[in-house]
């Protein structure tokens, strides 16, 4: 271990902390730390990182924020405890030398940090309950551990080569991302949220330390579960207003974002601070009308940005690297312009991020629970029907709400963002196909199915609010979220995340979430009185992007030079007659191929950026 390579790991990323850097060594254990900071709770230079507990020797890196240190350190100093600094990072550590592991249990926050400890000779790492924080590691031949907040510092530091998991790109191409534990470089992992994991030297062990329960109780009725839920939306909301630095909040105009305005805005002295983003493709694409009713409604200094096509187009690079993997999450863009714009005028950002998640708001859930009414009503029937619809050569959406009357919900449910498989597979070639006959067997297909093996007793909602609370929420909104607000050095806190708000709705039963057709129905009446009804009961659009429209215009040159060139990586696993036919069929506005021409574009600038083929 040496000075020079932990530097080299740490300003792989300034833009994470631009505010200060450290870095400790110890040579006798062959182990050092490294960190850049981003000052928001006492910016003083008592809160540089690593940190040292002098009455444990204990040595922390930490990233993210504790919102109720204030409380954990009013119980620590009764027992005794003597702090030193201001900071959330030295609540962290004496309250790991107080409690040990069962620390974790006390924080409220996002969180990701890694502790050596001198006396037993380990690292303790651990990963906050929603996964707001990134955190990987990779575990050496020669069994070197390495951990970062994001592949490319562990890439700075590893001396062997680190290779593709190829049979990964098929399941990036079912879901947009890669999800799970598994990334598409070979041995870097993810954390995943809701565990820690100790590295002893010799030994690196792995424990889930929190998991949702969706067990339901006695119904306590409507009005008990809308009153609860808002006195903790408030209380999250609130705790987050904690900040040495300037704070405000991402308004899109939808019902999520405006809900945590029109609850901060009563709780804050000065006119809070609102940041919008649009695309200049008519209304379709721009929701600033409503963020500016939410805005003149309570007060805010509102500001607003409007995204050029050929600003998105030149930054698809650029969006990439700093993604760090492949998540077409397109929206990722404007947040990245938004972040920037933001972050001249404050450090620190709350948004909305989280509640379609807890109170059930996509229409795909509705979707889905009606299927489920049918396959009941038609018994066997339903097992027919889809089998024909499943064999016909016509596929489209009939076909395909169909083909699910034949499946379980296990079976049919992949989350939000997924493809039929005939259409993937009907890009690949012939040597890829062969390649994933041989895996079959994948780990993170497993993971995948696990997650509905756990939630086998619950009800049909709440399984697919597990399922994709545990996949699309962690592994494409969080990490969008992160990567593009850290890219601009901009903290981004997300209080519909609260750790005890998502307990508490997942006990709510599925009824007070989605009723009449209506998703997010709790949240919706929670908000009538406070926002207008134009805002709460409009239709959800939520960061849209008209890539439809650019890769039939000025993304298309781009896509076609990309993905068609002789020298494109992608051809080692798709059909190159297949990709110009889709790009061809798309220009023409014969079909709508937008999502998987950016799902190849994305694959083809991270399979550039990381020289893997």
Avoid at 355 to 370: N, P, Q, V, W
Wanted: proline share 4%.
């Amino acid at each position: 271990m040496s000075d020079a390579l932990i530097v080299t790991m740490r300003d792989t990323f300034p833009y994470r902390g631009p505010d200060d850097q450290g870095k400790w060594i110890d040579a006798d254990q062959r182990l050092g730390f490294g960190h850049r900071r981003l000052s928001i709770i006492d910016p003083t230079p008592a809160g540089r990182q690593p940190m040292l507990d002098t009455d444990s020797g204990c040595r922390i890196v930490f990233n993210g924020e504790i919102y109720n240190y204030i409380e954990i350190a009013k119980e620590l100093e009764k027992q005794g405890v003597v702090f030193s600094t201001h900071t959330d990072t030295e609540v962290i550590l004496k309250a790991y030398a107080v409690y040990g592991q069962d620390c974790l249990q006390y924080f409220n926050g996002m969180f990701a940090f890694a502790i050596w400890n001198p006396a037993t000779k380990e690292i303790f790492l651990a990963r906050d309950r929603l996964g707001i924080k990134p955190l990987y590691y990779y575990i050496g031949s020669n069994g070197d551990f390495y951990f970062a907040s994001e592949v490319k510092a562990i890439l700075a530091g590893v001396r062997e080569p680190i290779g593709l998991n190829a049979e990964l790109i098929d399941e990036y191409m079912s879901f947009g991302y890669v999800p799970g534990e598994d990334t598409l470089r070979q041995g870097v992992k993810r954390l995943l949220p809701g565990h820690c994991a100790v590295h002893s030297g010799t030994d690196f062990r792995i424990r889930q330390y929190w998991d949702l329960d969706y067990s339901q109780t006695e119904d306590q009725g409507f009005d008990y579960y809308l009153g609860k839920s808002r006195e903790l939306l408030e209380s999250a909301a609130e705790l987050r207003l904690r900040s040495d630095v300037p704070l405000g909040v991402f308004l899109s105009g939808g019902i999520d974002s405006s809900a945590v305005v029109g609850l901060l805005a009563s709780r804050v002295t000065e006119p809070i601070k609102t940041f919008s983003v649009a695309y200049d493709f008519g209304k379709d694409f721009d929701e600033t009308q409503y963020a500016r009713m939410v805005a003149d409604r309570f007060g805010t200094d509102h500001h607003e940005l409007i995204v050029e096509p050929a600003e998105f187009r030149d930054f698809v690079p650029d969006y990439v690297r700093l993604m760090d993997e492949p998540v077409t999450e397109a929206a990722a863009i404007s947040l990245y312009f938004l972040s920037r714009m933001t972050k001249k005028h404050v450090t620190v950002v709350l948004s909305g991020e989280g509640s379609d998640e807890i109170f059930g708001g996509y229409d795909f859930y509705r979707y889905m629970l009606a299927i489920e009414r049918v396959r009941k009503m038609l018994g066997p029937m339903s097992g027919l029907i889809g089998s024909a619809a499943d064999k016909s050569p016509v596929k489209n959406k009939l076909t395909k709400y169909l083909t699910m009357l034949g499946q379980p919900l296990a079976l049919r449910y992949k989350g939000i963002s997924t493809y039929e498989e005939h259409y993937k597979r009907s890009l690949y070639n012939d040597g890829y196909k062969a390649f994933l006959g041989e895996h079959s067997d994948k780990a993170v297909t497993s993971f995948i199915r696990g997650l509905f093996d756990k939630t086998s007793k619950y009800d049909d909602l709440s399984r697919m609010l597990y399922f994709d609370i545990k996949t699309w929420l962690i592994d494409d909104l969080l990490i969008k979220a992160d990567r593009m607000s850290m890219a601009a050095s901009l903290e981004l806190r997300v209080p519909f995340l609260d750790y005890r708000l998502v307990e508490f709705a997942a006990r709510i039963p599925p009824k007070h979430k989605v009723r009449n057709g209506q998703g997010k129905f709790l949240l919706k009446k929670m908000m009538e009185g406070l926002l207008p009804d134009e805002v709460i009961y409009r239709k959800k659009m939520g960061f849209p992007t008209p890539l439809k429209m650019m890769f039939q215009g000025q993304l298309r040159a781009y896509a076609e030079d990309l993905l068609l060139s002789a020298s494109a990586n992608l051809h080692g696993f798709f059909r190159r007659d297949a990709i110009q036919s889709i790009l061809r069929e798309h220009a023409s506005g014969t079909h709508d191929h937008h999502r998987v021409i950016w799902q190849m574009v994305v694959l083809e600038q991270w399979l550039i950026e990381n020289a893997l083929r």
